[in-house]
């Protein structure tokens, strides 16, 4: 089910309402046509009280040695998203023939980490409240952890995923590559329901994290071997803040697929007006970061009997399929 609204709200509080009306709507409409539940984020409220805090303590013991750790781990969540909905299926390991793991892709290979920091919180969520939180529900707690850590927004995470119990590689192949064209970047969002609104602020995270030079516009022109590491936002390295979008204005924009939102012949109508808003207002682009964490984090996710709450992130509970 395609969740969350394509109302876009201006303040958190106006959020947080707006947010509750819709899934009181969606509820209704859902029970009525026999569609499993939205999530929620009371979820486990009364089953793991402490789940939040957990996922929060192991994050932040992972930052002190390895200050990269937040932004890795949103984009585990948005890679998880994309491929097969949002059900912790980019976490699993190669179990063959059965199980090819979408670590390999083009977009995961040497790219995608952190994966030893989500054992962790699995495993301190094991030992809190075993057989409870989703692997699935372990990377969206993850992101937006990650996000007000480093100086962004915070929001009520919606909850209640479960864990797929299979791969899917052709999917996660046709991942967003940075030399996508603005016109197959739109296409690629379209298809699991995010709009150019969602794009812009999306990309917005590219305001943390490091990059391997061979993806950069520059392409380790410098001469530095490839696999050096960049900065995505050479202003504020470490903090999630709206410096990202003065990037792409100033033509410094670490890849081709963050410029074509301003360069492309196609900008001026769609992306590149939502880039200039966020540039002057860093408040706007908070609202909508979050507006369109929660429509990505609602992308196809299962559900009550649909899936598992897996034991370990790697590996499927059995092999019972
Ligand atoms: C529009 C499509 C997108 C493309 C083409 C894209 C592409 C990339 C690429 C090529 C890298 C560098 C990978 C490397 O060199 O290892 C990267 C890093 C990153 N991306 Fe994206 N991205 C997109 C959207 C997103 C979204 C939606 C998010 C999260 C909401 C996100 C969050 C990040 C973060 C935080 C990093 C740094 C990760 C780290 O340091 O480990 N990206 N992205
Ligand atoms: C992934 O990267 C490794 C190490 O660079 C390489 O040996 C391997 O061939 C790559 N896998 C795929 C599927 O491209
Ligand atoms: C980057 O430069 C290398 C070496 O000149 C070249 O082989 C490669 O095609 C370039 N990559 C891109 C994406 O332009």
Not at 234 to 261: C, E, I, R, W
Not at 289 to 297: D, E, L, T, W
Request: glycine share 8%; hydrophobic share 40%; charged share 20%.
């Amino acid at each position: 089910m395609m969740a969350a609204s394509s109302s876009r709200v201006p303040s958190p509080g106006w959020l947080l309402a707006a947010h509750c009306a819709l899934l009181l709507a969606l509820a209704g409409a859902g029970a009525a046509r026999g569609h499993p539940p939205a999530l929620s984020s009371t979820f486990y409220d009364a089953s793991c009280p402490g789940a939040h805090d957990v996922v929060r303590r192991v994050i932040q013991d992972a930052r002190v040695s390895d200050p990269r750790i937040p932004a890795s781990l949103i984009r585990l969540h948005f890679h998880d998203c994309f491929v097969n909905g949002c059900d912790g299926s980019l976490l699993l390991d190669d179990d063959l023939p059965a199980i090819r793991t979408e670590k390999t892709v083009p977009a995961n290979n040497n790219s995608a980490r952190g994966f030893p920091v989500v054992d962790g919180i699995k495993r301190a969520l094991e030992a809190a409240c075993p057989g409870i939180v989703s692997c699935a529900d372990i990377l969206a707690l993850a992101a937006e952890i990650s996000v007000e850590i480093s100086g962004g927004p915070s929001w009520r995470v919606l909850l209640g995923r479960r864990d797929g119990t299979k791969t899917n590689v052709e999917s996660a192949n046709k991942l967003p590559s940075p030399f996508d064209s603005l016109d197959k970047l739109q296409q690629k969002f379209r298809n699991v329901n995010l709009d150019d609104t969602d794009l812009v602020a999306l990309q917005g995270a590219h305001t943390f994290g490091k990059v391997r030079c061979q993806v950069t516009r520059e392409n380790c022109t410098a001469g530095q071997p490839e696999g050096t590491l960049e900065n995505l936002d050479q202003v504020t390295p470490n903090v999630f803040d709206n410096k990202y979008y003065g990037n792409l204005l100033h033509g410094q924009a670490q890849l081709p697929s963050d410029q074509v939102m301003l360069s492309d012949a196609a900008a001026p109508a769609t992306t590149a007006p939502i880039v200039h808003r966020f540039a002057s207002n860093q408040k706007d682009f908070f609202g909508n970061f979050v507006a369109s964490m929660i429509k990505m984090g609602n992308i196809s996710p299962l559900t009550e009997r649909d899936g598992e709450i897996r034991k370990n992130c790697r590996r499927v509970n059995s092999k019972g399929y």
